[in-house]
């Protein structure tokens, strides 16, 4: 599976890499994919010299990714197609600490079905806390040294919405005393203390054509400090504090298959949409409000892996399975190669890129 081996990557490079620095969510610290410089600096090449298994955990499947706090590493699986389970292990020893569980069973419809039926959400882990959103749309606080459980909301029955039908997607997002998910068709605000609802924007209806397949990110956009969220048909802005909508642009995709967090470059936004195309676009703001232009359009799609951006650069595994560089300056692809891999896992450590494929092929 393509989570064991990441959990297992995790354990024999990157710990090493991070050493003592965290990966507690979605992208890592910063929700950008980036390994910190200061680390220790990755191979030019991987090799049985410099990739060594420390230990290994089967897992169940799972498109969550594991995070790291502390001296615990944390994931999440689905068991026997019924329970969704998270445990926490011990970092340096991989010794189950505790493990809890609860009933999370969807069956997802259509071409969707032929990738599994998982937990989707990667979760996040801050303070004592460890924030689990599962497939039912369910958001649960736990405790990150015992796992019990702190509280539990199911947006379902606070919204009286349907279930997402291909399951919550979003990878919750931690700030200060707040936690922001895509969830209850819609994106909403929590304490994350207490787990009490704040507000709720942005909604869709939910069910099949609604429900977020993306995660927000935060901007500082021409020094407007933001929520970048991508909903099935937009690319929208969020005020962070009220839940105003600023701004947005529609993004149009086969069956609303938005599913790339967005990328703030600086004071423009891109993305790129499964049957749309990449897009970069710059918001700017007056007396009136918010205006957006779009700078240019690529007829590059992205899919499932959102990119990693290395200056003016994107990295961007594509619908067609081929690899691309994308210039964010003038919008012109640098190159393109042949196919290989459905979906990638993508992370980076200075002009290094690390991924990792559905069938366990990792590259350097």
């Known amino acids: 599976m393509l989570r064991s081996v990441f959990l297992l990557l995790l354990c024999l490079l990157l710990t090493e890499s991070l050493h003592a620095s965290d990966w507690p969510q979605w992208r890592g610290p910063q929700r950008n994919g980036e390994v910190a410089e200061r680390a220790v600096p990755w191979p030019d090449r991987l090799s049985n010299d410099n990739l060594k298994q420390r230990w290994r955990i089967e897992l169940g499947p799972s498109y969550s990714g594991p995070v790291i706090s502390g001296e615990r590493v944390f994931t999440t699986e689905t068991v026997n197609e019924e329970v969704e389970v998270v445990s926490a292990f011990e ?3 991989g010794r189950l600490l505790w493990k809890t569980e609860w009933t999370g069973a969807l069956s997802v419809p259509f071409f969707a079905a032929s990738n599994g039926s998982w937990i989707r959400s990667t979760p996040v882990c801050s303070g004592n806390a460890l924030y689990v959103a599962g497939i039912r749309d369910v958001l649960v606080s736990l405790d990150v040294a015992s ?3 702190h509280w539990r909301v199911d947006f379902t029955k606070e919204f009286d919405t349907p279930l997402p039908a291909f399951g919550c997607v979003c990878s919750p ?3 200060g005393d707040d936690i922001y998910v895509q969830a209850g068709a819609g ?5 994350r203390h207490t787990g009490r609802i704040q507000w709720r924007t942005l909604t869709d209806g939910g069910g099949m054509m609604g429900s977020a397949f993306s995660s927000p990110v935060f901007a500082t956009i021409q020094g407007v400090r933001q929520l970048l969220v991508q909903t ?5 802005s969020v005020d962070p504090t ?3 909508v600023l701004w947005r642009v529609e993004i149009p995709a086969f069956r609303g298959m938005n599913i790339l967090t967005p990328i703030a470059f600086g004071d423009t936004v891109f993305t790129s949409s499964y049957g749309g195309a990449s897009l970069l676009f710059k918001p700017e703001r007056s007396d009136d409000g918010w205006a957006v232009t779009q700078v240019w359009r690529n007829k590059l799609q992205g899919y499932m892996s ?3 951006v290395r200056g003016n650069y994107a990295f961007m595994h594509l619908r ?3 690899f691309a560089c994308l210039n964010l300056e003038s919008g012109k692809d640098e190159w393109i190669t042949t196919p290989f891999g459905k979906y990638w896992s993508l992370v980076s450590q200075g002009d290094r890129l690390l991924t990792l494929d559905e069938a366990g092929d990792l590259r350097l």
């Open 147 to 149: 796992g019990k459980e």
């Open 306 to 308: 959102t990119p990693i």
């Open 232 to 236: 099935r048909t937009e690319l929208t």
């Open 91 to 93: 970092r340096k020893t």
């Open 320 to 322: 067609n399975q081929r």
């Open 173 to 175: 997002l931690v700030d």
């Open 242 to 244: 009220k839940g105003a």
């Open 187 to 191: 994106l909403v605000k929590l304490d």
